[in-house]
């Protein structure tokens, strides 16, 4: 069973590239998030999605777009990538918004050069 | 919306003492208060919560207590040792009412030896 599955670990790109963090859990579960994590800051939600077809935007959204390609998936994109975007990114799934356990993934590092 | 305090940033305590971690809330609609364990490398981890309904709930050496009117939550973690080091958030939703999970900054523990 393996949980919650970010790809890829670690990445560095260049200002104003762009790329897709994947993420895909396996436990049936109807809500997906994306988290930044940041020296001090703590754990800031960026997008949400509380079942397949929807999508919220959560603390920090700007700079970011998300798909929820189906149930198991939930991506985030990056278009113009900035050093300000320099961060390790957490993908996290709950069951339903009844159930409150979040089960994370093991992390994206992203550097933005 | 929703805005969680989490207080100290850092904690070091001898190993045998106790720690306690408070974080505060702003949202009075919040039911739901759950606490993350992240080890180094890791992606954060459930290890207790509480309800609103509720004003303390306990599992061996941890600990919650909440207080409602006050709006503040604390972790207390007796007889500590050193697999306890790690770093602890606190978070607070509207369970059964809205998707959003909203994080406190974080307090990195040391136990020393």
């Known amino acids: 069973n393996a949980g919650v599955t970010q790809t890829p670990k670690f990445q560095v790109l260049k200002t104003g590239q762009s790329m897709t963090l994947q993420c895909a859990q396996d436990?049936?579960?109807?809500?997906m998030y994306w988290y930044r994590q940041d020296p001090g800051m703590g754990l800031r939600l960026i997008y949400y999605s509380a079942s397949e077809g929807t999508t919220d935007k959560g603390e920090v959204p700007n700079g970011y777009n998300v798909s929820r390609l189906n149930k198991r998936e939930f991506s985030l994109r990056l278009e113009s990538a900035a050093p300000s975007q320099t961060s390790v990114y957490f993908c996290?799934?709950?069951?339903?918004?009844?159930?409150?356990?979040?089960?994370f993934g093991e992390g994206s590092r992203l550097t933005v050069l | 919306g929703e805005n969680v305090e989490q207080h100290p940033s850092t904690l070091s305590v001898q190993e045998g003492d106790s720690a306690v971690i408070k974080c505060t809330y702003s949202d009075s609609a919040s039911n739901y208060f759950p606490w993350y364990k992240q080890e180094l490398g890791k992606g954060p981890q459930l290890i207790i919560d509480i309800r609103s309904n509720v004003g303390e709930k306990k599992d061996q050496r941890i600990a919650v207590t909440l207080n409602k009117t006050a709006k503040h939550f604390s972790l207390h973690i007796t007889e500590t040792q050193p697999e306890d080091s790690a770093v602890y958030f606190c978070a607070a939703s509207k369970m059964n009412r809205d998707d959003k999970i909203i994080f406190g900054k974080g307090t990195r523990l040391h136990i020393l030896p």
């Open positions: 996290a799934s709950t069951l339903s918004r009844s159930e409150g356990e979040l089960f």
């Open positions: 436990m049936n579960h109807n809500s």
